[in-house]
């Protein structure tokens, strides 16, 4: 729809499109795509693709936004995935559009930046360094103390981070395939001591005018569960958990300290024996199937707080919240080429199950080097009590089969996985 | 000196190099440089010299910068022209350097963000509009009504600026080759409603922790004074001026609004027939001769106040204020070789000469593209009191003598210059 309550919307983004129900939405009058050759034919006809060859360049994400700007007003600047979080926060800061402007999207993107921004304001991280190149990461580190956790300042889906251990494991690393994709970077590389985590949360929030206006804390299975065979998944805190509340107040201070003042964040928390850390931060809701989850469990979509943040509105926010717990949980992938894999219609006798999406099937490749793929479905599933999630989760692992073959072309992988987080 | 208390700086700069000054004051250290290649010799052998095509690509910029934070410490970005000024806050953002960031340097430097930002904070302001082509200039004038002034979003030295008072002037201003300029910008344009000035006043601030530790208020010339032969200047105002005042506190409104919390700052302010206006704000240090003038009319170093409040340090300033005003006035320039001019022994005959500075001498060509060489010299004088003024820049006229040839090669500009603004 064109009419007068609709909102044209330039969308920035590479290999995930913006959600098709938020492209459908009614808010939604003429969209504009920025986006790279190999995904735009993710977009209709009615849709104005543009291409750059990357949409991290900012001066070509600049420049070729010029065209759309004077083709027709520009509402809003959406960008669905972490890549182009900074360069969608550069045009609204350079074009002046509403919404989060450069210095929060680089400061919610840049994990350096985002780290130096969060000590400054006092909220507790892992101690860490920037560096410029590999091999100043064993100087780092001897600074810091071994282990250190290894990242690139961008990036999202725990691509080429690396745990390091040693000056030993470093140098093996370094000499190592797998260190291809650290020396490929062309940004700094950030350096962080490894702590041991109790446990993992991430807590999703809805913000506006400042204030959280919701927030749900939710814990990540723990290494146990995941060690059962990459079941990567999350459940909803109960209100009563102790660090429920703590995470939320985290959260303001996180807030305050990037300057997030609408929009959709995604937190993640780690409790340590030393006390909660603050993680990252991310300006967007969060991948998985957490989004899915979190809409069973409070009956809040992010992804239309998303949309509605975006476009300066305040979010219509229905709390809903189940009488159950919603667990989420990702299918793990393997690369290859799948000859095998559990159809939904079997996965969906999981008690309790309320929700599978199978996003892979047989004849599929998955490439090593697409994080984004590194599962293959999400299933939501419903439990009374957090002591049944351990027995279900096996269950869970029992019901799911999938089988690959090595894929012709298939490289090893430019880079290093560490982890999928969503 | 490379010593434990002397600072590492990157300097972005293109036509004009940081003062030579500057690079030898005590607090530098290592000196490393972004250019473009044509100004790469402004500098010596022990500054490492690295060239993008343009400095302000912000992706090239960004990049070319990596090397150098991979070579050692860069304590301080350093930008001492308008151009660069949005590039080096993305790079003390992206890299996570203390200073003015990408966000203030934008609302610092362009000027459609710096008129949004401004008037959302309440400061008084032209109506304006942007547009993104040429062709919509009569449009965003009929809503804003004629005349207007057309100004690219980047730029200084009132390059490519131009007042249109009708459609049918704008009609023949599109169609003529001074809008050249204007039909090539990458960058929105913005428009204006041009007010009638009763004065124009600068505003030159040091900023420390948010709050203006020096403000001047000086006065330009007016219209009839440049009339004289285009004698572009200022002196700085009473401290009894009603002005006076008024200015200072409007600075204090922008720089909230802009978020500019310790630099230097240059505030051009208007009063019309319905009161005080801000036109434009910058983060640097101005051109012309305001800097020396403001240095012989208060002790005040604005370079060396850039300089430290770009390295985080306190402003050293030593107010000693002259017992007389101090007039600047820069000495015209046209375009062509010059086959004469009035030596600077022969200007500082010019009753109460303070200083004077020649920046152009026989033989020199002068590129009426070039916009920071549209003066050829620097005449600072002083007087008992502002009703001298007059009577002193007529003698200066009548001194200053300047013959130029056309030079052969020298085009007709690519460009249209409405009158230098420092």
């Known amino acids: 729809m064109t009419g007068r309550s609709a909102y044209d919307v330039l969308v920035v983004s590479s290999y ?65 995935t972490e890549a182009g979080i900074a360069a969608s926060g550069l045009l609204r800061s350079h074009y002046g559009v509403q919404g989060i402007g450069y210095e929060t999207a680089n400061a919610c993107s840049n994990k350096y930046v985002m780290k130096r921004t969060l000590a400054a304001a006092g909220v507790p991280v892992t101690a860490f360094r920037p560096v410029y190149r590999l091999a100043e990461v064993p100087a780092a580190a001897a600074e810091l103390g071994w282990p ?10 725990a691509f080429n981070v690396v745990e390091l251990h040693s000056p030993g494991e470093f140098e093996a690393f370094a000499a190592d395939r797998r260190s291809t994709g650290l020396r490929a970077q062309r940004t700094p590389l950030l350096v962080e001591s490894l702590v041991e985590m ?16 919701f927030a749900a804390v939710s814990r990540y299975h723990g290494p146990v569960l995941r060690s059962l065979g990459g079941f990567i998944g999350s459940h909803p805190l109960a ?17 305050t300290a990037v300057g997030l003042r609408s929009g959709v964040a995604h937190l993640e928390v780690f409790r340590t024996t030393a006390g909660l850390l603050v993680g990252e931060i991310a300006c967007r809701p969060p991948g998985g199937g957490l989004v899915e989850g979190l809409a069973l469990q409070y009956g809040v979509d992010l992804w239309q707080a998303f949309l509605e943040t975006s476009l300066g509105l305040p979010p219509t926010l229905r709390l809903r919240p189940a009488g ?56 939501l599933f419903a439990v009374e009590r957090e002591e049944e999630i351990p027995g279900r989760l096996r269950e869970l692992a029992q019901l799911y089969q999938l089988d690959v073959t090595p894929s012709p072309g298939l490289g090893e992988g430019r880079g290093h996985q560490l982890r999928r987080v969503p």
Do not use: W
């Open 239 to 255: 209100d009563a958990h102790p660090d429920r509340e703590a995470v939320v107040a985290l959260l303001r201070e996180v807030l």
């Open 148 to 157: 250190v956790v290894v990242k690139p300042t961008f990036g999202g889906g």
């Open 16 to 80: 995930k499109p913006l959600p098709a129900r938020l492209l459908a939405d009614e808010l939604i009058g003429r969209v504009s795509v920025i986006t790279e050759p190999q995904f735009a034919d993710f977009y209709g006809p009615e849709v104005r693709v543009t291409t750059v060859g990357s949409i991290d360049d900012l001066t070509a994400v600049r420049d070729a936004a010029l065209g759309i700007f004077a083709a027709g007003r520009v509402d809003a600047v959406l960008t669905p």
């Open 198 to 213: 109790v446990a993992e949360y991430h807590c999703d929030a809805v913000v506006h005018e400042g204030e959280p206006s």
């Open 324 to 379: 159950h717990l919603v667990v989420n949980s990702m299918l793990p992938a393997r690369p290859g080429r799948i000859t095998a894999i559990t159809p939904a219609e079997k996965l969906a006798a999981l008690p309790g199950a309320l929700q599978v999406t199978m996003s892979r099937r047989v004849g599929d490749v998955i490439d090593p080097d697409l994080y984004s793929t590194s599962h293959t479905g999400v299933v």
